[in-house]
């Protein structure tokens, strides 16, 4: 047990060292000048030279690599050309918002996953419909998805708002609004913060659901094959008792492992729909930094994103193993 | 990593719509439709009416009002020509990405399966370090870095697709390995070479075929987000994802604008769905 577990978090070690490395020879290797990126074409030769050996640059690469991995871990993560600012003090305003938005979208995956696994139980014409529109959402480009969310419940129906976390402004001590709004007993602005966030979360959310509901559905059909199943339905329970008592539970543990990998494509997904609904993230902060060839932002949003997914999916794997002695294998 | 071997995620949200496709006909009209948007690639500056780049008409011409059928655009650009146009730099490049996926990936997955031994062991740990990666951020990254255009996005998507289907050709070579053919061609002295080149790879195509054609779908879609970021062809170039991105801001004066081009990736998306499910249908009756 403790073996299995040190195990895996050497690998999770291994895998943060890759994914800095990776993004360490992006930095290194990309044809964009970052002296240049920060002085401005301009700037005479004496200038770039000298700061460029302020930056560390003609350093050897193992050097400049421990100095990146070095300051990584003292929460240095690097000026941002364009603010001039420290990227981490320019993120923690925008990770609570991504954050907010991506958990939101989890939980919409997977109640909209477990619907559609049930819906494929039944021959019922209005859930093939349910699942019709999954199937066809999740073959459409997030922002499409997006655009079209506004449209319907913002132009059309009014229901919802199109832009922003909140009506409000200012922020609370954790930034996640939800929890700000609940430690403040502010009920209204807490309401106001979900009404921002369904519309968002739910376009990021039918891709993965439809990952979920797929797999739920074919781990609902194997495992009711198993005897006791069998056995249930011969004592007399109903369809749903036997689903419902019985069937699910055993048929939810891959649904575990998977919702930690689409938490990979809730951030892309993330990304993309903050840029359509002004969502004060990293997603639009990110936009900015590709239009402005900002590397150090481009890079720490790449890694606390990335190691965010890397430690969730770490954390799922313990927690299999945990419940489940054969999965400790390998 | 187990969890992320087990699960081709990719494969499963692409086969999206049509999933279970049962006649022969309609599997061939699925894969019809998927020659008819490579027609459309191929003949788009006959088919585009006007020319994507250059304004024709009124700003914010809304569409099926004039004779630009889907209207214009924030300068008067026509919305269908750039349509045509963006579908046209699209497709190849998901075709393309899923090609070099397969062909990298095919490479690892066999050179591992049938070398066996440290090889095995080296190449297998290094493409599970590329699943336990979150994908499609990676590809982002990449493309940041190297700067937008077509070339980088597909180096930087192409270096994130390949793993999966490493893992996969790499089982198939392992279970054909075990088959009665290739057990009685050993018995006859078939040299290792020989049984690897001729008994077993020609049984991993089938199966590559299957998984590329599923595929296609969500290159297309990863390639469109990308697109959207701005990290694609630099404007006035027609891009599907980029054309939305540009004029989303617009929504509410001008719907048609920003939705079209969504409405084009859905409908390649579908269409690569489609045909991905009708030649899975069509190679499993064989």
Known sequence: MLKFIARRLLSLVIILLVLTFLLFLMQTYSPIDPVRAILGEKANAAALAALRAKMGLDDPLYVQYFHYLGGLLHGDLGVSYRSRQPVIDDLKAFVPATLELGIAGMVIAVILGVIFALTTLSRSKPLALFRGFILTGAAAPTFLLGVLGVILFYKTLGWLPASGRSSESGHGPTRFLLIDDILAGNITGFFDAIHHLILPALCIAIGPSLVIGRVFASSLRSTLDYDYVRTAQAKGLTGSQVVGRHVIRNASSPVLSLVGLQIGAMFAGALVVENIFSWPGLGLYMSGAIGASDFPAISAITLILGAGYILVNAAVDILQGVIDPRLRVA | ?286
């Open chain 2, 1 to 286: 990593m187990t969890a992320a071997t087990l699960v081709p995620e990719r494969m499963r949200l692409a086969r999206g719509l049509g999933g279970r496709l049962s006649s022969e006909m309609l599997s061939w009209f699925c894969i019809g439709l998927f020659a008819l948007v490579c027609l459309i690639v191929v003949f788009a500056p006959l088919i585009a009416p006007y020319d994507p780049i250059q304004p024709i008409g009124a700003p914010y011409t809304p569409p099926f009002t004039s004779k630009y059928i889907l209207g214009t655009d924030s300068i008067g650009r026509d919305v269908l020509s750039r349509l045509i146009y963006g579908v046209q730099s699209t497709w190849p490049l998901g075709i393309l990405v899923v090609v070099i996926g397969i062909a990298i990936g095919g490479a690892v997955g066999a050179i591992a399966g049938v070398v066996g031994g440290w090889l095995d062991n080296l190449l297998m740990r290094v493409t599970d370090l590329f699943l336990a990666l979150p994908a499609a951020l990676v590809a982002i990254a990449i493309v940041a870095f190297l700067g937008p255009g077509t070339t980088n996005m597909l180096i930087g998507i192409s270096i994130v697709w390949w793993p999966y289907f490493a893992r996969i050709v790499r089982g198939e070579v392992h279970s054909l390995a075990a088959r009665p053919h290739v057990e009685a061609a050993r018995m006859t002295g078939v040299g290792r070479r020989r049984i690897a080149t001729r008994h077993i790879l020609p049984g991993v195509v089938p199966t590559l075929v299957v998984l590329a054609s599923i595929d296609i779908g969500s290159a297309i879609l990863t390639i469109s987000s990308l697109s959207f970021l701005g990290l694609g062809t630099p404007p006035p170039a027609a891009e599907l994802g980029a054309d939305a991105a540009h004029n989303a801001g617009f929504l509410l004066q001008a719907w048609w604008v920003p939705v079209i081009p969504g409405l084009g990736v859905l409908v390649l998306t579908i269409v690569a769905n489609l045909a991905g499910s009708g030649v899975r249908n069509l190679m499993l009756r064989r």
